[in-house]
């Protein structure tokens, strides 16, 4: 069960990281993130399973907390994107300063 | 109980590819959401009945309907801009990243001894005590933290305002 928790995880890891460099929508990019950060928990809780410790909830439980609060500005942000821009393209996402007059 | 697990591998992996693939937002946060459906399954397995209570609760109950209510707010026409181009536009170099990701992993799965361990089910009495005993200075940072949050988001949407 530990290794299929294992394997799991690996899967989880490996489709966040994928969203995060091939999509290009921000919605997928944070769904991304998401699942990361499911793979971290999943490898928390199977720790915490081979070592019969509590440990490992312990620690999953404060990274659901922690995920929790990385996404709510995350969305706040994204809102925020959609608004400047108009778009949630992460290509289109370079401008490091306010927008100007210079566009016309 | 090894033909369950297995299931749920073959299931999960068939919803995340299907996250990777979908091009409409929407169903790619229901696709999300049945995979962390299973993963709560998953937990149970795992000897970890709290978690696999708040894997529902907090993510499918919170988080995805986060998701969900900001795919509202932003638009059908955001959405379908999205629909039309899906992928970024360096997209062969990441994905030649990814397989070399994919092979290492691979090669350090497969060559690990089996783990024999049996999994005993640690229940919410135990958590309980261990976030309340030793670890209570870290549930009140985290509890500190999620209301710097709040604050966060309040200062976001303020500035958000004053911009028009």
Redesign the interface.
Known sequence: ????????A??????G???I?????L??W??GV??LF?AA??VA??G?????A?????L???I??????A???S??????I???LG?????GLRMLREREKQDD | MIFLGFFLLVVLAALLLGVLLLRDAMYGVIAVAAALGILAILFYLLGAPFLAAMEILLYLGAILVLFLFTLMLIGPEARAAAVRQSWRSGWPLGALLLLAFALALAALLWQQQPITAAVHALGPVLLGRALFGPNLWWSEAAAVLLFVVIAAVLVLHAGEKDHD
């Not at chain 1, 069960?1 to 799991?8: F, G």
């Not at chain 1, 509590?54 to 312990?58: T, Y």
């Not at chain 1, 969305?75 to 925020?80: G, S």
């Not at chain 1, 778009?87 to 290509?91: A, P, Q, R």
Request: aromatic letters at 8%; hydrophobic letters at 70%.
């Open positions: 069960m530990i290794e299929i928790a294992l394997a799991a690996a899967l989880l890891f490996f489709v990281l994928a969203l460099l091939l999509r290009r929508s919605v997928f944070l769904l998401e699942l499911n928990l999943l809780l199977a915490g399973a081979r070592w019969h509590i440990g490992g909830q312990v999953a439980l404060f659901m907390a922690l995920s929790g609060a996404l709510a500005p969305l706040a942000l994204l809102l925020r959609r608004r400047e778009t949630l393209n992460v290509d």
